[in-house]
Structures are given as C-alpha cells and as structure tokens.
C-alpha cells in the first residue's frame, strides 16, 4: 500500500451516472483484481472505496456510481488525485473455470478478474444484473475478451426479465465456482443456491486499511472480520450476510 | 535544535505526537506504512475484560469537516490483547498508553490488575467518555462524583501512571477535570468526540445502527482547544490535547492552550502518514513561532508575558 498523487488519465460517463476514470499511478503495479483504492475527494473528510475495474501497466481504471455528493464531485475532477491503496485482499485467481455475477454497481472489479481467468485459459461465464436499460454497462466489454454475458433486467428491457439467479436458471448455466459482487439481496441469493466462491462486499468505511472497525461483518462463528482488511472478497459459506 | 522531548507521569515522550485510542488499533496496520519508533507514544485501542462485538453496522458516517463512528467498543478482550498485541508492541521504542473501558468500575480494575504486569504498557488512559456504549462509559464521566469514584479505584488497582479521558458532552467539564485531579488522576487527555447524529434522505431514518455517534475530525477542534485552555488554568496535572489535529500547526496550537502533548485521531483514517509528517514538521513550526522547545509552547496562551 502506499499513497500517491496520481494524474488522471480520463474522467467519462459511460452510461447513466456511471463514470469511468483512468489513473496513471505506480499503484497499478502493485494491484490484483478485487482489491480497492482510497481516493481522496476535496473539501470532503474520508477518503472513497473504490474497486479496481482494470489493471493495466501503469494505471488503473476505476468505475464509479454517483450516489451522493462525494461521487458527484468526483465527475468534475480532471487533473491529479490523492489515492491510497491498493487495499483488501482481491478475488483469488484459482486454476478453475468461472462463473461471474456482478449487480449494478458491484459490476466493475469482475472485469480485471475475467481478464486475469482467460488469460489463464478458463472460461468465463459472466451474468450482469440491473435495473433496466439505461443502467447497463460493460456487456459489451466483457464480450469482446471473450466472455459468454447474459444480462438480467428488473424490468425485463433488455435480456431475463428478473435477477441474476433468474438468468443463470434460464440460460441453465451449470458453472459451480462464483465470484460475485453487488448488493445485499443478490449476495444472499447467491449463497443460498452455491457452496464454492467467494463474495466481494461494500461497505461504509472509515480507515480502508483494518484500525478502526468500522466496516466489520460476522463469520459463521460469531468473529469479527474487517470488510477493509480481512476482505472485501470472503468464501461464499464463510461470512455471514 | 528544537527540543521536541515531553516529560510527563510515566512518558517519556521523543516528541509530543501520539496517535488517539480506537484511530490506530493496536499498531499492526499503520506498521506496514512506516516505523512505529518515529512516535512519541502510541494510545491503544480500548481494552474491555470479555471480547465485544461491539455496535451494529453502519458504524460510520461523514460530516463537514469530519465524521461520526459508533463503533461500541470492540475488542477481543485484555487477555487476548496481552497475548496477541503487546508482544508486537514491544519491538518498538514509542511509549504504550493502554486505553481502560469496561461497563462497571469493576470492569476497569480488572483490565488495569491485568495489565500491571505487562512491562510494554507504560500508563492507563481512562475511558470514562466513549459515548457510544450503553453502560459505563460516558455515564461515568459525565457526573463529577462518578468519575472522581472510578478514578480512584482505578489510581488504587494501577501499579502505573492512570490519565483520565474526559468527555466534552457536559456543561461544565472543568468541574469533572478539578473532581478527577482530586481522586488522584496524574494526567487528563481531552476531548473524546462529540455525541452527533446524522439522519438518511433516503429512509428517513438514523444513518448509524446505534442512532447516535460520536464526533472527530477537524470540525471539533475548536471545542477541543477551548476545553484544555479552560482545565489547563485549573488543574495542575498535565493535558494531552486531542480533537482534529491535522497538522504541526494544530499540534501547537493546542500547546498554546495548555496542553503538553496531543493526540491524532480521525486525520490517520484520511492521511495514514499524518503522525510521522506532523513529527518532520513540528520543529520547523515551533522555530517559525519562536519556541526552543514544545515544553516552552505550552500554556502560552494564558501566562502572563
């Protein structure tokens, strides 16, 4: 981990309120997918989380979601910025094919990872979950490595009409190992249907680096673990929701 | 040569700068980032004598120039921090103040007879002011009578220098300091944080699980300075000033109002290096300002010149 003032790269939407921002920073090096950086937003007073959607040589890409002022003047942010990281642990890379569920948001660190399977020679199922239409983004991204993408609509405009579950029973993909990301509801549903994988969580954090516990979540016997530090990523059966 | 030494009961301090109980956990993490040895003392993370899970999440929410946590004390316990934290501790040359807290007063004389025979700890910070437990806490430090009684249980069970934290969520906090001078306290660290609370647009609703939190960052320094210029004219033991220090600035700042050394609290969580940066520059703030040393700083805003 180290922090750094990194120049960025570019700063666009790609659909609706959903930026993705490009860093020239010598974190990129030290990176693996799943993990997160801590960017500082000026006059606000706690860093951001943000996951790592791409790993390139020297920089990274993040993707972010406006959800509150912190995010909105992220969008107007053009030149440097103060980041810190990279933190957590990451999703590991096991010598397995895949299956992977983003939701909304939870969508962007599941690309490195894909990238990082293929590149090892698996293959990849990816099932993306949102709202409706207008909120998609990356399927096309993920078709062009190589990935079979299949999307779940609530609304039922584009793809399953239905969650992520909903189209993973439809298109009858029979993949046993999942790395997934997204909200509350799809994680739950998840661990209710797979035995095998490992879940990505957010959370409201203080520190970004395990000291002040402010991010904790339970393990199935009753322990503390830091979403920050211990995680985010933890064993499907092993945290509970 | 700017002398940035503090001597105080049971601290010697290399430099005035010690990061704040419950903003550094016990060390391990801020270790990975830099030498634990550059600090003049370290205020660990509150020890309780069970394990404590401590509060439902979410724990903490932003604000204007700061934040709320409502973390609830969580920790594994004093036995397991003897066994799994102190021993890292003790590899470095920084001062160890063992945060106390507990839900009776008995609870702080057990921690403190468990802790007096671990040679790392070098004093007891008294947490009678966290505001975000049920019992204990914050109910002890509010009323002078109380916290002078837990004072001196805890001064009669500890073999080591006891410091008192006090709380700011009171009318008349030098009434508490004189009370816990009186039982015996050797020093008093202020401010713990602000009782705060936030609601969300969204629901409606409290935006912590526990409803209320308390308050750090930048945004209650002026609070801070104001409570250790008012104890330090009526007290005669020492102040570690703590409450949005996030520069050497800051730090004499709260010299200045009569303070001897300060904590670092919620600036580690947006800065990590911020207690070793403060250290570098400390000297050249104190020199800007004319002071020879930190101990020449403090107090100056009420001595007569």
Known sequence: MKQEVAKIL?????????????????LAKMAKP?????????????RRPISINEIKGDSLVIIYKILGEGTLQMTKMHDTIDIFGPCGNGFPIE?????????????????????????????????????????????????????????????????????????????KISTSFVLACGPLPMLKALQKEYTEGYLSLEARMACGIGACMGCVVKDTSDHALRVCKDGPVFPIQEVVL | MIDLRVELP?????????????????????AELYDLSLLGGIAIKSATPKERFGNPTPRIAETPSGML??????????????ENELPFLAKYDTEIIANVAGATEEDYVEVIRKLNDQPVVKAYELNISCPNVKHGGIGLGTKPELAAHVTKMAKEAASKPV??????????????????????????????????????????KPLLANVTGGLSGPAIKPVAIRMVYQVAQAVQIPIIGVGGITSANDVLEFLNAGA????????????????????????????????????????????DE
């Open chain 2, 163 to 204: 410091y008192v934290k006090l709380s700011p969520n009171v009318t008349d906090i030098v009434e508490i300091a004189k009370a816990v001078e009186q039982a015996g306290a050797d020093g008093l660290v202020l401010i713990n944080t602000l009782m705060g609370m936030r609601i969300d647009l969204k629901t409606g």
């Open chain 2, 260 to 303: 001897s050394a300060v904590e670092v609290g919620a600036q580690n969580f947006v800065d990590p290096y911020v207690c070793p940066k403060i250290i570098e520059d400390l000297p050249k703030v104190l020199e800007r300002y004319g002071y020879a040393s930190v101990k020449e700083a403090s107090g100056r805003s009420f001595r």
């Open chain 2, 10 to 30: 049971g601290l010697h301090l290399k430099n005035p700068v010690i990061p704040a109980s419950g903003c550094f956990g016990f060390g391990k993490e801020y």
């Open chain 1, 95 to 171: 010598d397995r094919d895949v299956l992977l569920v983003g939701g909304g948001v939870g969508v962007p660190p599941l690309y490195e990872t894909a990238k990082q399977y293929l590149k090892n020679g698996h293959q990849v199922d990816v099932v993306l979950g949102f709202n409706d239409q207008s909120q998609i983004f990356f399927e096309q991204e993920f078709k062009e490595l190589g990935c079979k993408v299949q999307i779940a609509t609530m609304d039922g405009s584009v793809g399953t009409k239905g969650t992520v579950l909903d189209a993973i029973h439809e298109q």
């Open chain 1, 34 to 46: 799943g993990q997160f950086i801590e960017i500082e937003v000026p006059p606000f007073f706690l």
């Open chain 1, 10 to 26: 570019s700063n666009i939407e790609i659909a609706k309120d959903i930026w993705k921002m490009e860093l020239q920073t010598g």
């Open chain 2, 69 to 82: 946590n409502a973390i609830g004390l969580q920790n594994k316990g004093v036995d397991s921090i003897i």
